[in-house]
């Protein structure tokens, strides 16, 4: 018997009517129920159960909690979230899964470690994911540099950031710049020079766009914080000498303290505030700053620059 | 090899085809295609990782589904459909039938793997542009996962040789579950006391290996496999579904058809 046409196409039109209606209810549901879809929830929270479910495709598993990982990361980051619940969880069942996926270890410690809203601000589950990745991956130097790096940058632990680099030199095929650091970590770990080092080897030591843009976002960070110090110190210089505070940077200038009017790293010049404290213009468009910020200033998820990312 | 099994073989080949087994190729593209483009832009640093562990998965996945489904039917369809009859009135003995349909269904999944592997490698040079001597040992693992259709086949024949097709896929598909546990078995056994250390020691020996014949996540990672490790393997595999092929023919020699 020949299918009838009529037939044929009333339902294709009725199919495609349904699946369309469908669809637009479903998004009408969603918006009336929003947290519905996005509920922080782990269903299976043990990373042996998962190891044991997997039925031994546990490395296609680890891949899929490790996207997990960075879109959770990614959504929470996005929205400034001042908690990270499930960070630590699914980065835990992504390395259990799959010990030698570096990747999680490198990138993972940097979303736990930094304060929000950069990060978790975990540094110590950072610290211990890093060690697990070393116990699994002792010939990867990088681990032992991304774990100096957290007790320099995030716990200003520098014995602990002196032995991780120490740890590191010592792996065969590691970069040199390893034991010079750990060399350095011990006697001036403190200083400014010190940490533009280390964002200067970051930057160097990687092809990764997004770490690099993040190094270069610290390096004008540290251009700003260097910058506010040694202007406040001027300001200082000025009010010893004349017994009041300078009301704009030309007085600075006329005293023949400063040569040119100080700018920022992206060109604006900075304020000189009516107490003698000095600000930058726009302190969320350059992000890690510590100081130049205005009092109670909270900074906003770190934009970085196109220029940064498109590594021009 | 005996012209008769030959003949057998083929024709299962054949069936297979007609049956359209091989449309899960269409699946499988359309899969890793999907995950070669989409990844990198919704995760970090793991593409190529991706491109072979969900390739492999895949292609260890339903190469196992094909095996157990065709596996069971390989001869319950033939007694239903009475062909079984026609066959075995010709100068044909009842192993020969066994290990034609044997060889059929596993010269079917090797087709199978083999264009699963094109894809594998055509989505690898499009996410890496390039090959690398490492990638070699990707083949070492399509190896493994084939080895490993061999004795999921041979279980799916003896299970089929005795009882229906779905207790039959009962069986197989618990035994592949079971094979995947087999080291942590042997580990339960070694642990155990008295008796329950005798059984659970003979439970660990009679289902199958397949833990040792999963080496996907390792490959992604690009580590060598030790040669040592690949022979162990392949006679490991070919005696156990040696094994359970003249299981299937010592039952099916047995079987009252009438």
């Not at chain 1, 996005?78 to 390395?95: G, K, N, Q, R, V």
């Not at chain 1, 070393?134 to 100096?148: F, K, Q």
């Not at chain 1, 700018?263 to 009516?274: A, E, I, Q, R, S």
């Amino acid at each position: 018997m020949r299918p009838s046409r009529k037939i044929t196409a009333t339902m294709s039109v009725l199919l495609v009517a349904c699946m369309l209606a469908s669809v637009l209810l479903l998004r009408r549901l969603d918006r009336l129920r929003p947290d519905s879809t996005l509920q922080e929830v782990l269903y299976i929270s043990s990373p042996k159960v998962l190891k044991r479910l997997s039925l031994g495709y546990d490395g296609l598993l680890a891949d899929i909690y490790w996207t997990r990982a960075v879109q959770y990361f990614g959504s929470k980051h996005f929205a400034a979230a001042s908690h990270y619940d499930l960070l630590a969880p699914l980065l835990e069942i992504t390395t259990v899964l799959d010990p030698h996926l570096t990747v999680a270890y490198e990138f993972g410690a940097n979303f736990l470690a930094p304060k929000p809203p950069n990060g978790a601000g975990l540094p110590k589950r950072a610290v211990e994911l890093t060690e697990y990745g070393i116990r699994y991956n002792p010939d990867d130097w990088r681990l032992y540099n991304d774990l100096g790096f957290i007790y320099y940058t995030e716990l200003k632990d520098y014995t602990g950031a002196a032995d991780a680099f120490a740890r590191g030199s010592r792996v065969p095929n590691a970069h040199p710049f390893l034991r010079i650091m750990a060399a350095r970590m011990a006697q001036h770990g403190g200083e400014i020079g010190m940490a533009r080092m280390m964002w200067t080897t970051a930057y160097q030591s990687t092809k990764d766009r997004s770490i690099q843009a993040n190094a270069l976002a610290h390096l004008r960070a540290l251009r700003v914080d260097e910058d506010v110090t040694a202007l406040e110190k001027l300001v200082s210089t000025y009010k010893d000498s004349t017994s009041h505070l300078p009301s704009s940077f030309y007085d600075l200038q006329s005293a023949g303290l400063l040569s040119a009017m100080p700018v920022d790293p992206l060109g604006h010049t900075y304020k000189l505030m009516p107490d003698g404290t000095v600000q930058v213009r726009d302190p969320d468009a350059i992000p890690f700053i510590e100081k130049g910020t205005p009092p109670g200033y909270v900074a906003p998820s770190p934009k970085f620059l196109p220029s940064d990312t498109s590594g021009s | 090899m005996n012209p008769r099994i030959l003949y057998i073989a083929s024709n299962t080949f054949r069936e297979a085809v007609r049956d359209r087994v091989l449309y899960n190729l269409i699946a499988f593209a359309v899969l890793i295609s999907g995950a070669a483009i989409l990844v990198g832009q919704i995760s970090i640093g793991i593409e190529r990782l991706v491109v072979v562990n969900l390739g492999l998965t895949a292609v260890s996945l339903f190469g196992v589904v094909i095996a157990i489904f065709i596996g069971i039917g390989l001869v319950s369809k033939e007694i239903d459909k009475r062909t079984l009859y026609t066959v075995l009135s010709r100068p044909v003995q009842r192993w020969e039938f066994i290990v034609g349909k044997f060889f059929g269904l596993a010269g079917t999944l090797v087709v199978n793997t083999f264009f699963m592997a094109i894809g594998v490698f055509a989505a690898l040079l499009y996410v890496s542009r390039h090959f690398q001597s490492a990638d070699g040992w990707i083949l070492v693992a399509l190896y493994f996962i084939v080895l490993e259709f061999l004795i999921i086949t041979s279980l799916a024949l003896l299970f089929s040789s005795f009882s229906s097709p779905l207790l039959a896929a009962v069986f197989a598909f618990s035994l592949f579950v079971i094979g995947s546990f087999a080291e942590d078995l042997r580990g339960f056994a070694a642990m155990a006391q008295g008796a329950t250390h005798w059984l659970a020691t003979t439970a660990a020996y009679l289902v199958p290996n397949l833990s040792s014949l999963n080496i996907i996540t390792s490959v992604a990672h690009e580590q060598p496999v030790a040669t040592q490790l690949i022979v162990s393997n392949t006679l490991y595999a070919l005696l156990y579904a040696g094994m359970a092929l003249c299981g299937a023919v010592l039952i099916f020699e047995h079987r009252n058809l009438k």
